[in-house]
């Protein structure tokens, strides 16, 4: 069945969406109250994020643009120290949409939320014209644990930590745009697990990122900007699986400028870092972590090539692949 | 200037959009850290709510899709006994929209929120292909302070106190749709002093809603649903200004089902109705509030209408008006 405008009108159509779809894969008390907000307890100081996503396609190999939606903000409040605990769903849904296919997307997010330990505790339903896309915007919140970790909180002599391979969502998105047909999958993962095992081992973590759109490249310059310190990074240590390697020497790509969805970056304290890089490779998303670079006195990112030269790594300029997220 | 795709692309321009834009006027000291999320203190129970709008045309009179975006999310939150700390904003912005056009809207939505005193404290940016629109999603954080406020706590012998005109929204929205000129505004405001001003008063309030997409017709049914009770109200008493009136009448429209960005029901026990009607009336946005009827026993929702007469009011079936908010 296609969704046309009528379920966007807050009347009758909306609610049969809302019960048929959204509360029969996300219930949950909280949700199932269907109140003006959710109502929650929560205490001490929390993380509070939001996150759009309008990937094309919607469906590809290792995911969908539901999971991606989940694992974003769960993401982005893991890497501040926060146990994340709620998510609200806003969807922007274009008219002629498969009713069925909305529903494959909301099965995605329930399951990705349950492997998060997180509940989705409000939502809406918006219909706009179109051609049968679907935006998602998820907001979210956690319960922090650890206050001081920052992107301005790296210091002189940190080891950077990788927590796997690059370009894996990047490249899968652009090979199903392409219509190339090869084996590589989306990384699209939570990434709480990581964030977490390095907080209860005790590691002193001063900064954590997920890469993602930007690329490793654009996040370590934040983390240089906003700390005022430089980024020395080492191409040989930089993990890239070999079919995404191949793919990238065919198109000229950057592995440094691709988004990820399920990777991320631990600052850590010099002594802690052999400890950190066995906190992360305990969870499975984390298997292929390396120690990747240090961080130094001066500004600006540079990367030890493989050839022991240097040269310095920019921010990403123009458009990196366009909805990628 | 025109928005093009790399805008979104988390890099350079991504930046400076945020920074130029965004963090010019929302400043404030937990967005400016533009860390992965907005880190909190907020103590006690909250309401948590979520809200996406994709009203076109994006300006008319009376305000903006920024100002719509940003009462939205106050009121959901003031509707549930909840005052309104923090907000996020996720944009997504269409190819070829103005860069004037998006600061424009920005600098509404920093004004509103400094009117109903909330703090924009995350947000999000992403570019899509399409015609210089723009959709905005705004997800709120307010602390309840009396707890059991609810769409299903409607009481037999309950009052419903409409806090003013009907169908304001609708009718400006359809006017600049339709070119007719007219003095019809929008009536989009935050109805966050409406709330508070009852619970200060100290008034027994069941239930609080605002009377959005659907409009009074569903926003009735929904209480009487969930509460187990029957709605009665009088046609006599319900307030719609002399413009909107004649407005629907050569348009066929009814002003119970038409959608409302600043109006909202505030049902309470029978004893406190005056009380509560002075308390609404003392906020600007509630100066021609009307007592329009009662909770009674049974189901479903009636009026009395101006010939003494008693109809059944349903939910809105059907399209309403598409892209009303």
């Known amino acids: 069945m296609k969704i046309d405008m009528t379920y966007g009108s ?3 159509q909306t609610g049969d ?3 048929q779809v959204f509360l029969k ?3 949950n008390p909280i949700l199932n109250k269907l109140e003006d907000s959710a109502v929650l307890s929560v205490s001490g100081t929390i993380a509070y994020t939001t996150d759009s996503f309008v990937v094309t396609p919607l469906f590809f190999k290792g995911g969908n643009i539901g ?3 989940v694992c974003g903000t769960v993401n982005d409040l893991s890497m501040m120290g926060a146990i994340p605990k709620y998510l609200t769903a806003g969807f922007i849904i274009e008219e002629g949409a498969d009713l069925e296919m909305v529903e494959s997307i909301a099965k995605t997010m329930a399951l990705t939320a349950k492997e998060a330990g997180v509940f989705i505790v409000a939502g809406d339903t918006k219909v706009v014209e179109g051609n049968g896309g679907i935006f998602i915007n998820t907001s979210g919140i956690g319960e922090i644990i650890k206050g001081d970790i920052s992107i301005s909180g790296c210091k002189q002599g940190d080891v950077i930590i990788l927590s796997g391979n690059l370009g894996d969502h990047h490249a899968a998105i652009l090979s199903e745009r392409m219509g190339i047909e090869n084996e590589i999958a989306s990384d699209c993962a939570p ?3 990581i964030a977490k095992n390095l907080l209860d081992d005790g590691i002193e973590v001063h900064c954590m990122r ?3 759109r930007g690329g490793l490249a654009t996040v370590l310059n934040e983390a240089a900007d906003q700390s005022g310190v430089s980024v020395e990074i080492w191409e040989d240590a930089i993990p890239v699986s070999r079919e995404v390697k191949g793919f990238c020497d065919i198109l000229g790509l950057d592995p440094l400028y691709m988004a990820n969805e399920g990777k991320m970056i631990a600052i850590v304290k010099e002594t802690d870092a052999n400890e950190a890089l066995e906190a992360v490779k305990r969870s ?6 390396r120690i990747i670079g240090t961080i130094q006195e001066g500004k600006g990112v540079r990367m030890k090539t493989k050839l022991m030269g240097s040269r310095t790594i920019d921010v990403l300029y123009g458009e990196g692949l366009p909805r990628i997220c």
Do not use: S
């Open 17 to 19: 969406l809302i019960n």
């Open 25 to 27: 894969h996300f219930n």
């Open 191 to 193: 990434l709480h697990t």
């Open 284 to 289: 499975p998303y984390g298997a292929n972590a």
């Open 67 to 69: 999971k991606l939606a």
């Open 10 to 12: 807050g009347g009758k």
């Open 210 to 212: 997920d890469v993602t």
